[in-house]
């Protein structure tokens, strides 16, 4: 294997949302086809050294690409672009738009909308007693934080649609989820409760028409949540 370094070339970065646009540089190696999946990207002080930022701007950038799941990076080896991102174009495009909330959160609508509609005719009766177990772990919990039984319950919803072609969609589905649910503050468990239940009831009833309906009326209401205090059309 060639180890010879590559000589790649990017646009220096202004100092304005630095590390955002550290981000999108690094994102344009991949698209130029300067580098591709699986591929070690440079060091840390070469990097600063072509984008002319801080250690600690570059890290807050990686960061978010470990994060997004576009890199991963291997002890006394380095970091790498992740060898399954180009079956993953949406993680890029995620990528590009993580601090863009309202974005993502249309982005989960359009998604999780389509998949629950296919999981709808789909779910297995093992999947629904998960699906179930993870709103009787919402209710048990005695703290507000339910967020991993919440993301458990629309991961096998996600998973449930069976459909090989969107699958390299949901592990960054979650990410959104992830993000998302970090900016709520406050909590309802009696609302998800709510919701997940009449989501689960349509699903075990076979109805996608019904489970549409039902997964909007939850996704609307974590979007108007969410985005109550964002600044209308914002792009952060």
């Known amino acids: 294997?060639?180890?010879?370094?590559k000589k790649i070339k990017v646009d220096s970065v202004n100092r304005n949302t630095l590390s955002k646009q550290v981000v999108q540089n690094i994102i344009q190696l991949l698209v130029s086809g300067q580098m591709k999946p699986g591929e070690k990207l440079p060091t840390e002080m070469e990097?600063?050294?072509?984008?002319?930022?801080?250690?600690?701007?570059l890290r807050e950038a990686l960061s978010s690409l470990e994060s997004l799941g576009v890199i991963h990076r291997k002890t006394r080896e380095g970091t790498f672009f992740?060898?399954?991102?180009?079956?993953?174009?949406?993680?890029?495009?995620?990528?590009l738009a993580h601090d863009n909330l309202q974005a993502m959160v249309e982005a989960r609508m359009a998604l999780e909308l389509g998949l629950i509609t296919i999981a709808a005719e789909k779910i297995s009766d093992e999947e629904l007693q998960r699906?179930?177990?993870?709103?009787?772990?919402?209710?048990?919990i005695k703290d507000s934080d339910y967020s991993e039984a919440?993301?458990?319950f629309h991961r096998i919803i996600a998973l449930s649609?069976?459909?090989?072609?969107?699958?390299?969609?949901?592990d960054t589905l979650i990410v959104?989820?992830?993000?998302?649910?970090?900016?709520?503050?406050?909590r309802e468990p009696e609302r998800t409760i709510q919701h997940h239940l009449a989501i689960?009831?349509?699903?075990?009833?076979?109805?996608?028409?019904?489970?549409?309906?039902?997964?909007f009326l939850h996704l609307d209401y974590v979007r108007h949540k969410v985005l109550k205090e964002y600044p209308k059309n914002a792009t952060p």
């Open 200 to 215: 689960y009831q349509a699903l075990e009833k076979r109805d996608p028409f019904e489970a549409f309906h039902q997964m």
């Open 161 to 170: 649609a069976n459909n090989p072609i969107v699958e390299g969609m949901i």
């Open 150 to 152: 919440d993301l458990e």
């Open 82 to 95: 992740n060898n399954k991102i180009s079956s993953h174009p949406f993680s890029i495009m995620l990528s």
């Open 47 to 57: 990097l600063m050294e072509i984008l002319n930022v801080s250690r600690p701007v």
């Open 1 to 5: 294997m060639d180890e010879t370094p």
């Open 176 to 186: 959104t989820l992830v993000k998302i649910n970090s900016e709520i503050k406050i």
């Open 131 to 140: 699906l179930k177990q993870t709103i009787d772990t919402i209710a048990n």
